[in-house]
């Protein structure tokens, strides 16, 4: 088990996520530490208060979009600056289920040197996060697409383009192994696929883990998500001439269908309107 465990959330607006989320932490694993990093959002600080245990750093935005990638480096380095040696990254729209901290200690002791991935139930719109909380997982429902272990067990062997963020942890010798996430990625898009990618080349195993669950929030999103084109366009680009592969192959398909770009496989641009 992990001397210290921390959990890292980058955020920008989804206050009430955030509190719901410090309100499962508060429950399940009130002494985990919890750095929170505001991407471009100065009223994180008074939603999250003087709680015990957390941590609230900034970061500016960027005029392409959200800095994701280095918002979750600045979080991880604090993390570790505060004498972390396990790190949990979680999103602001992720509650923690009862076992989530637990079960990653326990997978980091038998995987020290692995990529650990835990499974996410996404609520709909009639099913927020309870108001008693032990009722949280009669909503467990995993996402399909991801493997779903039983609980205290753990599968290794994972496929690297499945790794998310959403819901991760690592060792601070695997998280110096990976690097961090390539700051280049600003915006939506990619940057989950190039952190597999490098986990990938450095023989870095993804394993998923049993009982580590999260609950995903529910708020609006489209399908495909036509809003982050641009964003979605140039991380994708900047993904294709990294690893020679273009990431997000349905969005780019459905894209090119509804006339927002051109992508034949080999080049991609979006279409600018007349």
Do not use: K
């Not at 076992?99 to 997978?107: D, H, M, N, S, V």
């Not at 697409?145 to 998310?164: C, E, K, M, T």
């Amino acid at each position: 088990m992990s001397d210290q465990t921390t959990v890292v959330t980058i955020a920008h607006g989804r206050h009430e996520h955030l509190r719901q989320q410090r309100r499962a932490l508060r429950t399940f694993s009130p002494g985990t530490a919890h750095v929170i990093v505001a991407m471009d959002d100065t009223a994180i600080d008074e939603v999250v208060g003087r709680e015990g245990g957390t941590t609230v750093v900034h970061v500016d935005g960027d005029p392409l979009g959200l800095p994701l990638a280095r918002a979750r480096n600045l979080g991880v380095d604090v993390a570790l600056a505060g004498g972390a040696d396990l790190v949990i990254m979680l999103d602001v729209d992720c509650a923690p289920g009862a076992r989530l901290i637990a079960a990653y200690e326990q997978a980091a002791s038998w995987a020290p040197g692995a990529l650990l991935a835990g499974p996410v139930t996404y609520l709909d719109e009639s099913h927020g996060i309870p108001g008693d909380l032990s009722l949280l997982d009669r909503l467990r429902a995993p996402h399909h697409v991801r493997p779903d272990p039983p609980v205290g067990q753990i599968q290794r062997g994972g496929d690297h383009d499945l790794f998310w963020s959403l819901s991760c942890a690592m060792t601070a010798t695997t998280w110096t192994t990976l690097g961090g996430f390539h700051e280049e990625y600003v915006g939506y898009g990619a940057e989950d696929t190039d952190f597999g990618a490098v986990a990938r080349s450095r023989g870095v195993d993804l394993v998923w883990v049993g009982g580590a669950d999260a609950y995903h929030q529910y708020h609006p999103v489209s399908h495909p998500p036509v809003e982050h084109v641009v964003d979605i366009v140039r991380n994708a680009t900047t993904f294709h001439r990294r690893w020679g592969a273009w990431p997000m192959r349905g969005w780019l398909d459905e894209f090119a269908a509804r006339g927002l770009v051109t992508f034949d496989g080999g080049g991609l641009a979006v279409v600018e309107p007349r």
